[in-house]
């Protein structure tokens, strides 16, 4: 039988907001009074491994951001970067009450870098629901890449067919799709909740 074991939620954009998207950097650029372009471009060339764990984030805003002599330090910045994540309350209630007191293993599978993931983990409670957290700075690996979906149902050891994947792009979702995974585009808490249900996904109210 094809029923559900595994149970993979993105973070940024589903149970958060966006860890350091083009909105995040655009309140930086503004808050810092950066060049845009050449912010950009930098950026463009060091969040690959920024976030497959090649660099740290020390590294990142030394070539991005403090290169220009900016009188701010790392502690400032970093600071200002955990400052714009924003847990999604609902969202991650939901994801509650599918890991508490079921038979799914519940891990998360997204995109972020080392530093950024550990915060955001810790601070919004997500060490007390998920069993694993296949992320692409300890995977090596980001999505959408056929390869990264592969290493985290590897280390999962989930069958896709048996597999179903929560993220709010769809990109995301096209390759787990092409290997098999259920998939979910996440669009509000509700929507979610009802789609969760529709793929046969008990939910547990008093994981709340």
Same mark, same amino acid.
């Given at each position: 039988?094809?029923?559900?074991?595994?149970?993979?939620?993105?973070?940024?954009?589903?149970?958060?907001?966006?860890?350091?998207?083009?909105?995040? $950097?655009?309140?930086? @650029? =503004? !808050?810092?009074? *950066?060049? &845009?372009?050449? #912010?950009?471009?930098?950026?463009?060339?060091?969040?690959?491994?920024?976030?497959?764990?090649?660099?740290?984030?020390?590294?990142?805003?030394?070539?991005?951001?403090?290169? $220009?002599?900016?009188? @701010? =330090? !790392?502690?400032? *910045?970093? &600071?200002?970067? #955990?400052?714009?994540?924003?847990?999604?309350?609902?969202?991650?209630?939901?994801?509650?009450?599918?890991?508490?007191?079921?038979?799914?293993?519940?891990?998360?599978?997204?995109?972020?870098?080392?530093?950024?993931?550990?915060?955001?983990?810790?601070?919004?409670?997500?060490?007390?629901?998920?069993?694993?957290?296949?992320?692409?700075?300890?995977?090596?690996?980001?999505?959408?890449?056929?390869?990264f979906y592969d290493r985290a149902l590897s280390i999962a050891q989930a069958r896709?067919?048996?597999?179903?994947?929560?993220?709010?792009r769809e990109q995301n979702l096209a390759p787990a799709a092409a290997l098999g995974?259920?998939?979910?585009?996440?669009?509000?808490?509700?929507?979610?909740?009802?789609?969760?249900?529709?793929?046969?996904?008990?939910?547990?109210?008093?994981?709340?």
């Amino acid at each position: 039988m094809n029923h559900i074991r595994h149970v993979f939620f993105d973070i940024g954009g589903v149970l958060a907001t966006n860890g350091w998207d083009r909105e995040q $950097r655009k309140v930086a @650029i =503004d !808050h810092f009074n *950066l060049d &845009a372009a050449d #912010f950009q471009a930098r950026h463009e060339e060091m969040v690959g491994p920024l976030e497959q764990g090649e660099v740290s984030l020390d590294e990142y805003l030394d070539f991005t951001i403090l290169c $220009r002599g900016l009188p @701010i =330090d !790392h502690g400032e *910045l970093k &600071a200002f970067i #955990f400052e714009q994540s924003k847990p999604n309350t609902e969202s991650i209630g939901i994801a509650r009450e599918v890991a508490v007191g079921c038979n799914y293993w519940v891990m998360t599978l997204n995109n972020e870098s080392d530093e950024l993931n550990r915060y955001r983990i810790t601070t919004f409670g997500l060490d007390e629901i998920f069993n694993a957290y296949l992320s692409s700075c300890w995977l090596g690996l980001r999505k959408p890449t056929h390869k990264f979906y592969d290493r985290a149902l590897s280390i999962a050891q989930a069958r896709p067919e048996q597999s179903l994947f929560i993220d709010d792009r769809e990109q995301n979702l096209a390759p787990a799709a092409a290997l098999g995974m259920k998939t979910i585009l996440y669009e509000s808490p509700d929507q979610l909740r009802a789609a969760l249900v529709s793929h046969g996904i008990q939910l547990n109210p008093s994981g709340k």
